[in-house]
């Protein structure tokens, strides 16, 4: 059974203050790894998809990398606009579900 | 990515009644996924719908518990049936597309609220 691990559970940073997220994984074959970014009382919001490992992505102040293992969320000079819950997920070869992480509580503070 | 709407986005029902939640998307789509997101919990995956077929369910979902029906490629619903208060959760559709660059990338309506008396 794929199996996603996130850490920290929450993350408080000052403004401009750089950090990682991190989303630890087990898959029988991975097809993706998706990040996505939820602010409360909403549905996710999608934000990028690895395939491979030592693949990268970014978009804005996120930069997200994969290993075989893990990816990582960075994020760089963060604003409080970033403030979010990020979720990772991943689905596995031959496969339509998708398994959820239960998250990273970022706060990034003025 | 798609433009996901739902119906009700929130409500608040009393136990032993029925919700039935409607999802909207502004093209079509083969694949439709119901998750639910009990407080504070991560997303789990309520069942597949594919038009045409009958929905799949995950473990520890049922069909007479949470029917689904998808009469088309941009619409479907999910009834919560026979309520409790354990049923209070954020309930989510979302669609599964593909393009030249990318595959099997998933987006999300808003979301409803279910509050259960």
């Known amino acids: 059974e794929d199996q996603v691990t996130q850490s920290p559970e929450a993350l408080r940073l000052q403004e401009g203050e750089s950090s990682s997220l991190n989303c630890s994984y087990t898959?029988?074959?991975?097809?993706?790894l998706f990040w996505y970014r939820q602010d409360p009382g909403k549905g996710p919001e999608f934000l990028f998809t690895?395939?491979?490992a030592g693949e990268e992505k970014e978009k804005e102040r996120l930069k997200a990398t994969l290993t075989k293992k893990e990816s990582f969320l960075h994020i760089t000079a963060p604003k409080p606009e970033d403030s979010a819950t990020y979720l990772c997920a991943v689905q596995s070869g031959g496969y339509q579900k998708v398994t959820f992480g239960t998250g990273t509580k970022l706060q990034v503070i003025p | 990515s798609a433009v996901i709407s739902q119906k009700p986005s929130r409500d608040i029902c009393q136990r032993g009644t029925s919700l039935t939640i409607q999802c909207q998307v502004d093209s079509q789509v083969t694949m439709m996924f119901w998750y639910r997101q009990q407080p504070g919990q991560s997303l789990t995956l309520i069942a597949t719908?594919?038009?045409?077929?009958?929905?799949?369910?995950e473990s520890g979902f049922v069909i007479d518990k949470f029917p689904i029906s998808r009469p088309n490629l941009t619409f479907s619903t999910l009834t919560v049936s026979n309520m409790s208060p354990e049923d209070s959760s954020i309930y989510l559709c979302?669609?599964?597309?593909?393009?030249?660059?990318?595959?099997?990338?998933?987006?999300f309506g808003p979301g409803t609220r279910l509050t259960v008396l």
């Open positions: 690895l395939y491979s």
């Open positions: 898959v029988s074959g991975l097809r993706g």
């Open positions: 979302s669609v599964e597309y593909s393009t030249e660059i990318s595959y099997n990338e998933q987006f």
């Open positions: 719908a594919n038009q045409g077929s009958e929905a799949t369910y």
